[in-house]
């Protein structure tokens, strides 16, 4: 298998994952910084021990490399609550929708850094933001939209920095950003309750599966596929 279509089948089974983050996010009952504080912790540990099993050495850094792998980190902790927070405002079907505006800003960023996109894949994106733009003509709440747009830009800011981190391996760039995220929200977080309802499986889920695991396919896939192709999957 090839790398382009190793990185389709990487890409379209993270998006798939991805599509029940809000479910579970809204199920958790907790405030958005708590959310991503365990998402991020729980996730940094699934990630470490993912490391672990596969025996990887990790992969030497620059200090280029390692200021862009914490900026990916900020703008994907950023993402993240903006997105949650979205999630309480709107539904979680519209702030998925505003949020799919990231494939275009995504292109323009590919765009801006050099790469070139072909009058028919500029089509498929037009007709793709045309549909984005009849499902929003239905309900609008302005807080919410600019919330799960804001998010939609800091996607797209973490994806072309992992793009530029191919010499990084995808487990590894993940495992510094959620740590990042952790040192980040700290400050923020508060002591878990003992109380049998605290959300724990729906927490593990968030970090070991839409964290650990998605973020490996995801980075993995950006990193073989080219900018346009992987704003086309990301719908």
């Not at 991805?18 to 958790?28: E, K, Q």
């Not at 990630?47 to 914490?70: D, G």
């Not at 878990?192 to 973020?215: E, K, R």
Request: charged content about 10%.
């Amino acid at each position: 298998m090839g790398d382009v279509q190793k990185g389709v089948w990487q890409m379209s089974l993270a998006m798939l994952i991805s599509g029940s983050i809000g479910a579970f996010v809204l199920l958790s009952g907790l405030p958005v910084t708590e959310v991503v504080f365990w998402r991020c912790l729980i996730g940094a540990m699934a990630l470490f021990i993912f490391i672990r099993i596969s025996r990887k050495p990790f992969s030497p850094l620059t200090r280029v490399t390692l200021l862009l792998a914490i900026l990916g980190g900020v703008a994907l902790v950023v993402n993240w609550l903006l997105l949650f927070a979205a999630y309480e405002r709107i539904s979680i079907g519209l702030s998925t929708v505003v949020y799919n505006t990231q494939p275009f800003m995504l292109v323009l960023m590919g765009m801006f850094l050099g790469e070139r996109v072909s009058l028919v894949k500029w089509g498929w994106l037009a007709l793709a933001f045309g549909g984005v733009v009849i499902l929003l003509s239905s309900e609008l709440n302005g807080a919410g939209i600019a919330l799960a747009m804001g998010a939609a830009f800091f996607y797209a800011l973490t994806a072309i920095i992992a793009r530029r981190l191919k010499s990084v391996a995808p487990q590894h760039i993940a495992f510094i950003q959620v740590l990042t995220g952790v040192v980040m929200l700290l400050p923020f977080a508060h002591q878990p309750a003992l109380s049998a309802d605290f959300p724990w499986p729906i927490l593990l889920t968030l970090g070991v599966v839409h964290t650990g695991i998605m973020y490996q396919l995801l980075y993995s896939a950006i990193q073989k596929l080219p900018t346009p192709v992987t704003g086309s999957l990301s719908f």
